[in-house]
């Protein structure tokens, strides 16, 4: 099978870095010689297990199981404040099920799949969805992120300490928020985990950034390339079925803005035929070829960019988190 350079710097890097450092999150930028050495020999590895084995190993894919939320935050990076009541969904088990073995039916292995919304914990499934993940031999680690605003009850408990060397759960830190004080059991959370030896992930200055509004850039192609490099998140998101590159670009099909984008962009077909494999999005309603993942992995001209403020809203003053409308 053959990979172009952007598989290797995208995703064996990031797989490599996490695995070698036992991290879970990141940027890969090794500091000492013990970090080089352990790095470059975890690249050779996988380069070795995909070449001469034929084995795939994919860093990071969180999927959301719900777009239902407690909060309704202003500045929700995920976009969950814009969609309407009509189109929100929660997944049921056997949908998560189907969607996870499929992304994974050809993949050795999954550094991390997290979990989240919406609220995840407004999941009536989230027990057996994260039983079944836990218990995956192919998902090496797996991240529960709550907005703090729910109990997470001692069956979930249970679960999650069962298997509690590869669980974390992301607090989301909103207590500098005083208007949601009366709603949040964070610290209650946190002393849980902790007493039942449960990881946890909570950031004690938690300050987030304006969004700005969904539209269309403006961008040429060659621009929306651009954007793309410069990008740093490599977070892959599944919504309803379909693997996207990024949280953004699930919400952005969602509102079904893409069809109509097409003809905004100029010569974008001719364009992305002339540059070869592109594939915006995967459809997970049946087992994932080996080699669709590697030329999604390997494109760099997703139209989703094209609509992207993430650069532009990096630059934006810090604010409280979870701020309501
Ligand atoms: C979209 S939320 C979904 C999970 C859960 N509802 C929560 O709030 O933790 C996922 C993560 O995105 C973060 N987030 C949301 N909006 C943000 C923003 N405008 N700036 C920075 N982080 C943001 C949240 O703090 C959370 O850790
Ligand atoms: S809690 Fe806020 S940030 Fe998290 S999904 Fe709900 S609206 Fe978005």
């Not at 050795?108 to 609220?119: A, N, P």
């Not at 209650?188 to 030896?197: H, R, T, V, Y």
Request: charged share 25%; glycine share 2%.
């Amino acid at each position: 099978m053959k990979m172009n350079q952007l598989f290797y710097k995208r995703c064996l890097r990031m797989y490599a870095w996490y695995s070698s450092q036992r991290k879970i999150w990141g940027e890969p930028c090794p500091k000492t010689v013990a970090q080089c050495l352990r790095f470059i020999l975890s690249i050779a590895r996988l380069k070795f297990e995909f070449y001469f084995l034929d084995n795939l190993y994919l860093p990071y894919i969180e999927i959301a199981i719900t777009t239902r939320c407690t909060l309704k935050c202003k500045h929700c990076s995920s976009y969950i404040n814009t969609i309407e009541e009509k189109d929100l969904y929660s997944l049921t088990f056997e949908e998560f099920k189907r969607q996870i073995d499929n992304l994974l039916a050809n993949v050795k292995k999954l550094h991390v799949l997290k979990v989240f919304g919406g609220e995840p914990l407004l999941n009536q499934d989230l027990d057996k969805i994260l039983r079944y993940s836990l218990a995956n031999k192919k998902i090496s680690n797996v991240i529960l992120t709550t907005n703090g605003t729910m109990d997470i009850s001692d069956k979930l408990i249970s679960i999650m300490k069962e298997h509690r060397k590869k669980m974390y759960v992301n607090l989301s830190n909103y207590t500098s928020n005083k208007e949601l004080s009366p709603r949040l059991k964070t610290i209650e959370l946190l002393n849980k985990c902790k007493e039942n030896s449960i990881a946890t992930i909570f950031d004690e200055n938690l300050l987030w950034r304006e969004t700005s509004e969904i539209k269309y850039s403006g961008r040429t192609p060659k621009e929306i390339r651009k954007y793309f490099f410069k990008c740093t998140k490599r977070c892959l998101h599944i919504k309803k079925w379909t693997l996207y590159p990024c949280p953004w670009a699930a919400m952005y099909d969602f509102k079904n803005l893409y069809l109509p984008s097409l003809q905004i962009v100029k010569n974008w077909s001719a364009w992305t035929k002339a540059g070869g494999g592109t594939i915006e999005k995967i459809d997970l309603s049946n087992p994932v070829k080996k080699e669709t993942l590697v030329r999604f992995y390997s494109n760099s001209d997703y139209l989703a960019c094209g609509f992207c403020s993430i650069i532009e809203d990096n630059l934006k003053k810090r604010v409280i988190p979870a701020i309501q409308e």
